[in-house]
T-cell receptor, first 112, second 116 residues
Framework: AQKVTQAQTEISVVEKEDVTLDCVYE???????LFWYKQPPSGELVFLIR??????QNEISGRYSWNFQKSTSSFNFTITASQVVDSAVYFC?????????FGKGTMLLVSP | EAGVAQSPRYKIIEKRQSVAFWCNPI?????LYWYQQILGQGPKLLIQ????????DSQLPKDRFSAERLKGVDSTLKIQPAKLEDSAVYLC??????????????FGPGTRLLVL
């Protein structure tokens, strides 16, 4: 069975601080995909990134960066110089040979 | 390119009533998914369609939930009769079968259901 754990339920930061959202996963599948989605108050899940299990390269996209470490089964997400618009619930998800499994999400609150 | 469309956005019903949700996926996306998201949790898959066929409905409470995708494009999810515990956001997602992107699901805005 697949499992995704986001241990941080809620994080509060002040604008311009850096923040890292943790994600730990469990799977027995040899090929799998990891995802991060953002869910703003409007409710829509916005796709941020997909990583496959064979690609451990870290990725940077603007203020966002992702650190994938297979050795620790982690796929962490860092926002640099956070902004108020980053306030949302962020979900980490895993898909192996079966369905897409989500973590419980981390609510990020960025105050001005 | 238009995203996944869902309607209605909000619905309030009383328990034992029936309700239906509609979803139109991104144009050309063969795979369509319905998820249930209870407050404070991540989405949980209810059913997956590939074109007009069901791929996975193992988590769908079939005594009260039904879904169809008759022409392989838009889809309807129905609850009859509704229970209090069905209060949730119902999310529709779609994905392409094109090589390189078939694993990414794109979500609609969801329908927030409140059962009183």
């Amino acid at each position: 069975a697949q499992k995704v754990t986001q241990a941080q339920t809620e994080i509060s930061v002040v604008e311009k601080e850096d923040v890292t959202l943790d994600c730990v996963y469990e799977t027995r599948d040899t090929t799998y995909y990891l995802f991060w989605y953002k869910q703003p108050p409007s409710g829509e899940l916005v796709f941020l990134i997909r990583r496959n299990s064979f690609d451990e390269q870290n990725e940077i996209s603007g203020r966002y960066s992702w650190n994938f470490q297979k050795s620790t089964s982690s796929f962490n997400f860092t926002i640099t110089a956070s902004q108020v618009v980053d306030s949302a619930v962020y979900f980490c998800a895993l898909r192996g040979y079966s369905t897409l499994t989500f973590g419980k999400g981390t609510m990020l609150l960025v105050s001005p | 390119e238009a995203g996944v469309a869902q309607s209605p956005r909000y619905k309030i019903i009383e328990k034992r009533q029936s309700v239906a949700f509609w979803c139109n996926p991104i144009s050309g996306h063969a795979t369509l998914y319905w998820y249930q998201q209870i407050l404070g949790q991540g989405p949980k898959l209810l059913i997956q369609f590939q074109n007009n066929g069901v791929v996975d409905d193992s988590q769908l409470p079939k005594d009260r939930f039904s879904a169809e995708r008759l022409k392989g494009v838009d889809s309807t999810l129905k609850i009859q009769p509704a229970k209090l515990e069905d209060s949730a956001v119902y999310l529709c997602a779609s994905s392409s079968v094109s090589t390189g992107d078939q694993e990414t699901q794109y979500f609609g805005p969801g329908t927030r259901l409140l059962v009183l």
